[in-house]
């Protein structure tokens, strides 16, 4: 059984650029939850999202940052004209179910903004 | 406000010997109280996890203390070993409206010496 897939695993844009990073789930799993880790810090919480839905958005920068989930295909999470601030590892995460406790962590991608 | 104080920032054990990092949360909706593991370059991977309706629980050489009432909660290593070193975090998870966030501390550093 795979694992939570991210790509790309590395990602370099210039300031201005838009980024697309994205995320498959494990199989069987219809959450999926995005976290973003600046360099010596824990990760933050961004959006949490079912098939076709957010569920919860409140960590989400008000501007620039948006995120899907469709019914078919990977999660996309995409930051537009990404400035340097936006260099950070994001995670995504996959659960089975509402109601399942435990998410389970992709390998990340890491955003470097030049 | 920083709802979930961990610490240590790092600890450095000889191998053999117990880590014990610590973990303080203030938001009592919390329903959830996992430990996380991460490596250099990789995701976070759960280690162990708890609910508020047990105090403790063991899964080999792992252990979760857990105080409700004080609202803290422990991650114990028995017997560590130089392959146990990496960063930990806490991670409570939201209740109420926030039930899929995780909110991840800042993170210890383990160094286990040979």
């Known amino acids: 059984n795979a694992g939570v897939m991210q790509n790309p695993r590395h990602l370099v844009r210039r300031r201005g650029q838009e980024a697309r990073l994205r995320c498959s789930p494990m199989k069987g799993h219809s959450h999926v939850y995005w976290y973003r880790q600046l360099p010596e810090e824990g990760l933050k919480f961004m959006v949490y999202?079912?098939?076709?839905?957010?569920?919860?958005e409140s960590g989400m920068p008000k501007e620039r940052f948006s995120a899907e989930f469709p019914k078919e295909g990977p999660s996309i999470l995409r930051i537009q004209q990404v400035v340097r601030g936006d260099s950070a590892a994001y995670f995504c995460a996959s659960s089975p179910r509402t109601g399942e406790y435990e998410q389970y962590f992709g390998p990340g991608t890491r955003l470097t903004v030049t | 406000q920083q709802q979930v104080k961990q610490s240590p920032q790092s600890l450095i054990v000889q191998k053999g010997g117990i880590s014990i990092i610590n973990c303080a949360y203030e938001?009592?909706?919390?329903?959830?109280f996992p430990w996380y593991q991460q490596f250099p370059g990789k995701g976070p991977a759960l280690l162990i996890a708890?609910?508020?309706?047990?105090s403790e629980k063991k899964e080999g050489r792992f252990t979760i203390s857990f105080n409700k009432s004080a609202k803290q909660f422990s991650l114990h290593i028995m017997d560590s070993q130089p392959g146990d070193s990496a960063t930990y975090f806490c991670?409570?998870?939201?209740?109420?409206?926030?039930?899929?966030?995780?909110?991840f501390g800042q993170g210890t550093i383990l160094t286990v010496h040979p």
């Open positions: 999202l079912q098939k076709e839905n957010i569920i919860d």
């Open positions: 708890i609910r508020p309706d047990v």
């Open positions: 938001n009592t909706a919390f329903d959830y």
């Open positions: 991670a409570p998870r939201g209740g109420g409206t926030s039930y899929g966030k995780l909110t």
